[in-house]
């Protein structure tokens, strides 16, 4: 998920308080509960959701706002991890990668998304999703 980020302080439930910076962020999840990628993103995009996920935190805080969804079904969580560690750095440490102990952390602020992007496109078919167009799924 990319997230434009306006900055600010954020409660993470019992990982604690952190500063957020501003500019482009990018979020790494699996989809592969009941309803897959679809339902998930339906769920980041609601407002009012109870706070289950690290993420669900930073979603109903107001700091960011999602654009875009780029869907990557043959790769990995923690290899795509691993590569916006190479374009980014990590936001919070251990923030949505709590069962994922080798990761340390699958929120990250961006250097280069365009970078980002043309280095996925070399390695993977990929979707690209507005989540304006998915309205309240």
């Not at 929120?107 to 280069?112: A, E, G, N, R, T």
């Amino acid at each position: 998920m990319i997230m434009r980020s306006s900055g600010g302080s954020l409660r993470v439930g019992a990982l604690g308080t952190f500063e957020v910076p501003g500019g482009t962020l990018a979020y790494v999840g699996s989809a592969k509960g009941p309803g897959g990628l679809l339902a998930r993103v339906s769920r980041h995009l609601r407002k009012g959701k109870p706070l289950r996920w690290h993420i669900d935190y930073l979603t109903e805080s107001g700091i960011v706002e999602i654009e875009e969804v780029i869907a990557i079904p043959s790769a990995e969580e923690e290899d795509l991890a691993k590569i916006l560690m190479e374009f980014g750095s990590p936001v919070i440490l251990g923030f949505g990668c709590s069962d994922r102990r080798d990761d340390k952390s699958h929120l990250f602020s961006l250097k280069d998304l365009n970078s980002l992007r043309a280095f996925l496109r070399e390695r993977y078919i990929f979707h690209e999703l507005n989540p304006r167009s998915l309205g309240d799924m």
